[in-house]
Structure formats: C-alpha cells, structure tokens
C-alpha cells in the first residue's frame, strides 16, 4: 500500500527542490526504500498526516509539560492501592497509562500550546549526514494529524470544565486498567476502577445535578486518550529535553526511587 502523500506535488519541486530530487532518487532504489520513511520528511502541503511539527515556544511549553509531568507521577505513587499491587504490575500500568494521565494534566492545567512545520532545510541536513549520528531520524515524528487529535482532545475536556475531584477519579479509573496485558492481580485492579468509576459517577451526581449525560460525556471524551499515542507526546514535549535519553526508563526512575 502506497502511503506517501500526492497531494500538491508540483508546488513541492518549486517549493524545495533539492529535496525533491534527493528523496526522487532515493524513490528509484527498492534498497532505499527500506531504510528510508517518508513520515520523516516535512511536507509543504495541506495533508495532516505528513507535516512534520515541533513546538512554537519549546523552552516555556517544554517546561511547564515537565512540570505536569512530575506532578503525573507523583499522583501515581502517592496511591496506596497502587502501591499495593506487585512491581510488575506497576510498571506495566505506568508503560500503558503515563501517556493518557499526562494528557489528563494537560487539560487540567490548561496548558496550552501552538507548533509550526520543521523547518525543510533542516530535514534535508539529517537526510545528508550520516544516519548512524541520527537516531532521531528512526522515530516516528510529530505530526499535524496527531497534534490536532491531541488539542481536539483538550478542548474537549476543557468545554467540560471538570472538577479537581473529577479530574482525580479519572485519572483512577485510567490508571487501573485491567485490560493491560500479563497484570499478575488483574482482578485486583479491575475492582479498582470500578470503584474509582463508581465514585466519579457520584461525584458527578452531586455537582451536576441537572446533567445526567455527563458521566456518558466525561468517558466517551476520555476514550479519546487512545487515539494519541505515547510517541507522539515524547517527542513533542520531551525530546528537547531529555535528549536520547529513554522516557520511559527515566519515569520508572521516578516512580519506584525512594
């Protein structure tokens, strides 16, 4: 299946063309395929799913996502019933559910960003030096599909103005996922979350009295955490500042030090 973009070609050449010639030759190498991925390369067109992105103010943007961040995992370890489950299980919640509890916090410190396109001549000096001393060419970059999934996703939580309480039972309800793959006390965490539904749902009785669609609301809206992937937000927000460095390793670090 051809997945590269054909929108607006001929304003591609005229737009860049050194790049267009470099990738066409390496188009015409079936070994160059193979080693080459076309999400990587910046697009002047208006197809989402191809602009490559990066943050508008990455100092500021960067700092108060680390700050989330922290306060993300703090939220984790400072759960006992979490606390409670074996180590295994700990670490395969927090490699399934840090993505979507950050996003959580995003929304609840309205932390708002804007990005704009990478800059093509930068893309095209990763694509002439030697790839071995990118490693930041093999990974999936931000995109403007993805982007636009994820504040599609914050403004919705944000129309919904939830409370610190409401904010906190789901953030539970995501954290203990039972669906999480090889969990030793899955049962144990499948009560979990159905006890941290049923107090959102009641904490959503007692503040909405009138809205009895918005329990339905806050779920189907956190339903759109799945959509963004873990990659996408690593690279947005903590590549510029972590480096090379794995994020995860980095989270389980904090997590589990005393």
Excluded at 25 to 34: A, E, K, L, V
Excluded at 109 to 127: C, G, N
Excluded at 151 to 172: R, V
């Amino acid at each position: 299946m051809d997945n590269r973009c054909h929108c607006s070609s001929n304003s591609d050449r005229l737009l860049n063309p050194i790049l267009y010639n470099i990738l066409s030759q390496m188009d015409s190498s079936p070994s160059n395929q193979d080693n080459f991925s076309y999400s990587l390369v910046p697009h002047r067109c208006n197809c989402e799913v191809w602009r490559i992105v990066c943050l508008k103010r990455p100092t500021e943007i960067c700092k108060e996502a680390s700050t989330v961040l922290v306060k993300t995992i703090h939220f984790m370890k400072n759960l006992p019933a979490f606390n409670q489950l074996p180590p295994s299980d700990q670490f395969a919640l927090l490699k399934s559910c840090w993505a979507p509890l950050f996003i959580l916090g995003l929304a609840q410190e309205h932390v708002d960003f804007e990005v704009m396109d990478v800059p093509a001549d930068s893309m095209l000096k990763k694509i002439l030096l030697n790839r071995q001393e990118s490693p930041e060419m093999d990974r999936e970059q931000p995109t403007m599909a993805g982007v636009s999934k994820l504040k599609s996703c914050l403004k919705k939580f944000w129309s919904l103005d939830l409370s610190p309480k409401e904010y906190a039972y789901l953030k539970g309800t995501t954290i203990f996922n039972p669906d999480v793959p090889d969990l030793k006390a899955g049962m144990f965490v499948e009560g979990l979350q159905q006890e941290a539904q049923h107090a959102l749902r009641e904490v959503v009785q007692l503040l909405h009295l009138g809205h009895k669609e918005r329990f339905a609301q806050i779920l189907l809206t956190a339903s759109m955490l799945q959509g963004i992937t873990p990659c996408l937000i690593t690279e947005l927000f903590f590549r510029p500042v972590i480096g090379q460095a794995n994020l995860l390793e980095l989270l389980v670090d904090m997590l589990f030090c005393q």
